[in-house]
């Protein structure tokens, strides 16, 4: 199919410079995104830094595909705040699920957690995680690296007439570089029938993005049953929107899809 959004599921990689990696989440994309590690490494094992934002199947699912970890030598660090991460983990790589226990992978595997609100530093980048509203709570994470800071939100149903949940979003926002933003329904659906169901949509990710001046918002994490025309819709409004209720600074905003690199 051309023009295709994809269908993989929540697996974002950032390019610091550094020799070691840096990904949120382990949706499906985790497959892809190992192989390119093998790729490039070749016969040197890697080091690589993963942050989940939660652990819904659809966000750890490509763990057991990820090539690096049957690699002996190589580190992986899981990042995450929920106390059940591990589990969660090891859970899906149990019989009768998967084939290949968390024993046998090859790689060494170390669990991190962390605080929201407290900066963790790791490998030259600075992250500070942010409790979201979702089932089972979800994690953003703001990342600042070179003095550029992206924002990666995902899972996360915003009420914006919640005042205190949204100036703490805002503030986690602030003047973000680039916020890859859920925006998994239409606004109509995030405000009727699918209210309360832990998503938000492009409508308030724009407004949240210009009420914090942030400077790219990328919307992400799209409903699987959207066809590409449906995304293609989403996209055309929030830019809509943002031509209409532009201030000072202007907002850009893309829709992401499977491959998607952008240069900050
Ligand atoms: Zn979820
Ligand atoms: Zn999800």
Redesign the pocket.
């Known amino acids: 199919m051309s023009h295709s959004f994809g269908g993989h599921t929540s697996c974002v990689e950032f390019e610091t410079g550094h020799a070691e990696y840096f990904v949120c989440d382990m949706g499906s994309g985790a497959r892809a995104f190992g192989e390119h590690i093998l790729a490039r490494q070749g016969e040197r094992p890697a080091t690589v830094n993963v942050f989940m934002s ?1 652990v ?1 199947w ?2 750890i699912m490509g763990f057991p595909f990820f090539g690096p970890a049957y690699v002996p030598g190589t580190r992986i660090r899981i990042h995450g705040c929920h106390d059940i991460l591990e589990h969660a983990f090891r859970l899906q790589q149990s019989p009768p699920c998967f084939p290949v226990s968390f024993e046998q992978l090859g790689a060494t595997i170390e669990f991190v957690r962390l605080a929201a609100g407290k900066p963790f530093h790791v490998s030259g980048l600075s992250v500070t995680p942010q409790l979201q509203r ?2 089972g709570d ?1 994690y953003g994470y703001r990342f600042e690296i070179g003095g550029r800071s992206i924002v990666y939100t995902t ?1 996360s149903e915003h009420k914006l007439e919640d005042r205190v949940q949204t100036a703490a979003i805002v503030a986690f926002f602030r003047d973000a570089d680039l916020v890859i933003f859920d925006a998994m329904y239409s606004l109509a659906e995030a405000i009727s029938v699918k209210e309360d169901w ?1 998503h938000s949509s492009n409508v308030v990710g724009v407004e949240l993005c210009q009420m914090a001046g942030a400077k790219h918002l990328v919307l992400f994490h799209h409903e699987p049953a959207n066809s590409d025309a449906a995304i293609e819709g989403a996209l055309r409004d929030a830019r809509r929107l943002e031509e209409l209720t532009r201030g000072a600074q202007p907002l850009r905003v893309s829709a992401a899809h499977d491959g998607l690199e952008i240069d900050l």
């Open positions: 939660h819904h659809d966000h979702h089932s979800s899972d832990g």
